[in-house]
């Protein structure tokens, strides 16, 4: 039998049409986002067993548009764009395990199929959508600049629905990115039974964060959000109660693994 290789499906002798490479996966890129409150009880519907809300502020959220470019430490590609390039926005909220705080993605969307993969490893609820925000230049004839007035829009679409969009205009600089997104992930990797009526086969608990982490000025300023009813999807139902605040901040991120909080497989 041949040893098969590869980080991720698919397995071959060689490993080299594994869709993902093995971490650390680094990423540049490019955040916009709105922290705002929704009704703590939507919130605590997304915590699954053993989460529980925040202890403060329970009903904060962050909805995060980014614009990235990612590699291996092959850097290979950085120079197959396709490969490195992708978009994604999703919403954090926080939530409480034995008396620590954390952040947690409860919904996602991405552009590329390799994002959603390292999502399954990650535990990422990544589905298939359109994103698009406003990119900087230090050239204006085109483009707004990160100073104060550059105004930046963004917008997210799925099953052929536009599910939310946003406007920010910068106002000054900040001391931070927000509050909500600035603890480590708790996320759950769940994989169900193969046979009908079993229990899951494997389901985790995990925390993982940066492992390196650098950042330029933060800019805070006015924004609006909305967000739209779809047949397919339940955004809406966190809906907006209150703005807390809009960001945008120009990242550098090296993920290299996560640990276990708990096993939930019986």
Sequence with gaps: MPELKGFAPPYTST?????????PWFYSGDLLTV??????????ELLPAPLELAPEDPGAGAFIWADWQSCSGARGELLDPVRSQYKEA??????SFEGQTFSRCVY??????????????????????????TRPHPFAQGAPQIAAGGRFGASLAAGDRRLAEAVLTLREESETNGFVNSHPMAHHRIYPGIGRGTSDAYAELISSGAAEFEAGPAWSGDVDLRLFESPTEE??????????????????VVWNGGRSLATLTD
């Design 35 to 44: 922290e705002y409150r929704t009704d703590p009880a939507r919130v605590a």
């Design 15 to 23: 490993g080299r049409s594994a869709l993902i490479p093995d971490p």
């Design 90 to 95: 999703f919403v954090v909220v926080r939530c």
């Design 108 to 133: 996602i969307w991405v552009d590329k199929d390799f994002a959603i993969a390292r999502g399954m490893h990650q535990g990422y609820p990544k589905k298939l959508g359109t994103m698009w925000q």
């Design 235 to 252: 955004l809406a139902r966190l809906e907006v109660d209150e703005i807390i605040g809009g960001y945008y901040r120009q990242v550098g």
